[in-house]
T-cell receptor, first 115, second 114 residues
Framework: GQQVMQIPQYQHVQEGEDFTTYCNSS?????IQWYKQRPGGHPVFLIQLVKSGEVKKQKRLTFQFGEAKKNSSLHITATQTTDVGTYFC???????????????FGQGTILTVHP | DGGITQSPKYLFRKEGQNVTLSCEQNLNHDAMYWYRQDPGQGLRLIYY???????QKGDIAEGYSVSREKKESFPLTVTSAQKNPTAFYLCASIGRLASGNEQFFGPGTRLTVL
């Protein structure tokens, strides 16, 4: 079945350093989504990428979708303590018609930011 | 306020007992999903439902059952057949494709089997 691998599993940075997490899918995706989960909380949607080679930015966050639509990355510039949490990618392959299909989540990257 | 509610937030059960976790949404979303999250791991799909009265098994459906009698509700039963039920359970819903397919998550239920 479809698998989404995410690395690294953990990342510890000093405040102000950059951070990147990577996702690779075993199959070509229709889209990829990114979520953030704060400690003790639930995942919250950040963004969706649909087009091959797409790059989107949200303030200090940059999201990329690979040309083959099988990999993606999230880069945070100049991390802050508010960035702490687990970042998940989730790949989706449309089942066709009106079906929503399902998301396959990566294992997540736990980000710790030291002040 | 529109959103997804899950109850209870914490749940304790004795080994061998069935337990049902509630999930309700007032977002008028068609599709609903149940995930399980274990410490330090990603979300694994248990069951999902695209429309009322229909649902499909996810990747780890064994030991679980669901029903979808109403659009707003998608309860999950953790049966005694589930060998390792202690986990954080998350319910999510998704709207029509035209409005995007962002998943909205409920706050989760933390189940502990004693």
């Amino acid at each position: 079945g479809q698998q989404v691998m995410q690395i690294p599993q953990y990342q510890h940075v000093q405040e102000g350093e950059d951070f990147t997490t990577y996702c690779n899918s075993s199959t070509t995706l229709s889209n990829i989504q990114w979520y953030k989960q704060r400690p003790g909380g639930h995942p919250v949607f950040l963004i969706q990428l649909v087009k091959s080679g797409e790059v989107k930015k949200q303030k200090r966050l940059t999201f990329q979708f690979g040309e083959a639509k099988k990999n993606s990355s999230l880069h945070i510039t100049a991390t802050q303590t508010t960035d702490v949490g687990t970042y998940f990618c989730a790949g989706q392959v449309y089942a066709g018609g009106t079906s929503y299909g399902k998301l396959t989540f990566g294992q997540g990257t736990i980000l710790t930011v030291h002040p | 306020d529109g959103g997804i509610t899950q109850s209870p937030k914490y749940l304790f059960r004795k080994e061998g007992q069935n337990v049902t976790l509630s999930c309700e949404q007032n977002l008028n979303h068609d599709a609903m999903y149940w995930y399980r999250q274990d410490p330090g791991q990603g979300l694994r799909l248990i069951y999902y439902s695209q429309i009322v009265n229909d649902f499909q098994k996810g990747d780890i459906a064994e030991g679980y059952s669901v029903s979808r009698e109403k659009k707003e509700s998608f309860p999950l039963t953790v049966t005694s057949a589930q060998k390792n039920p202690t986990a954080f359970y998350l319910c999510a819903s998704i709207g029509r494709l035209a409005s995007g397919n962002e998943q909205f998550f409920g706050p989760g239920t933390r189940l502990t089997v004693l």
